[in-house]
């Protein structure tokens, strides 16, 4: 069974940083993409940021410049550097992952439990 167990996620005053991680455990091929996404109650879950297997990148016009996304394949692990935070970053933060569980399977997506981020102003 494949899981996605995040951590890293906290309190911080603004202008702060925090880093989110992001790991794949179980049976499985590969994994395709990796995001973050985040939301706040009452409205719509949105991307962070994305990186491919090959290390394509690809951010919110909000968090560009402050944030960066890495991932290392042998770890099956993706984190999300959070740098200069802004009260408006305060979300529920969620890894999601496009797996393979085998060679003749398309990929379906995973998510992460979500963790809390806090800025405060």
């Known amino acids: 069974q494949v899981q996605l167990v995040e951590s890293g996620g906290g309190l911080v005053q603004a202008g702060g940083s925090l880093r989110l991680s992001c790991a794949a455990s179980?049976?499985?091929?590969?994994?395709?993409?990796m995001t973050w996404y985040r939301q706040v109650p009452g409205k719509q879950r949105e991307l962070v940021a994305a990186?491919?297997?090959?290390?394509?990148?690809n951010y919110a016009d909000s968090v560009k410049g402050r944030f960066t996304i890495s991932r290392d394949n042998a770890k099956n692990t993706v984190w999300l550097q959070m740098n200069s935070l802004k009260p408006e970053d305060t979300a529920v933060y969620y890894c999601?992952?496009?797996?393979?569980?085998?060679?003749?399977?398309?990929?379906?997506?995973?998510w992460g439990q979500g963790t809390q981020v806090t800025v405060s102003s």
């Open positions: 990186i491919t297997s090959t290390g394509t990148t």
């Open positions: 999601n992952a496009d797996i393979r569980t085998h060679w003749f399977r398309q990929g379906i997506p995973y």
């Open positions: 179980g049976s499985f091929f590969l994994i395709n993409a």
